[in-house]
């Protein structure tokens, strides 16, 4: 079975190639998503619990957004939980307005599927940006 800090790693690598199919692959069959914020601008924060769900969240973030940057600063692995912090920056495509934003995602891992996951941004300056 992976390990917390393989699985980690695993899944920024297929996040920054943007593989839908092998980042949801990493993910359990039940999910307990959280991503705080404006879910009337921004329609793909808030809760997911399955897969169908998670293909339908980065399927509206990228739709309407555009990565500009992104650096991971720190990774922090205890036991089957992991931290990785660092700092985006995104453009909105319906406005064109970039956000710059410090995040934290948090995960646990079991079964060597990501059961947990938290991803907090700086959530008001994406409102502001899809104003």
Request: hydrophobic share 45%.
């Amino acid at each position: 079975m992976a390990s917390t800090t393989s699985i980690v790693h695993t899944y920024l690598q297929h996040l920054a190639q943007r593989n839908l199919e092998e980042i949801v692959a990493l993910f359990g069959p039940e999910i307990d998503w959280y991503i705080p914020g404006d879910e009337t601008r921004a329609p793909w924060l808030g809760k997911r619990s399955s897969r169908a769900e998670i293909i339908a969240f980065f399927e509206l973030l990228w739709a309407n957004t555009n990565p500009i940057s992104a650096d991971v600063h720190h990774i922090f692995i205890d036991g089957n939980r992991a931290a990785v912090t660092g700092e985006f920056v995104t453009e909105m495509r319906s406005t064109g307005k970039q956000v710059e934003s410090l995040f934290t995602i948090e995960m646990t891992i079991e079964n060597g599927f990501i059961v947990r996951y938290r991803l907090l941004e700086d959530s008001h300056a994406v409102s502001e940006a899809l104003a």
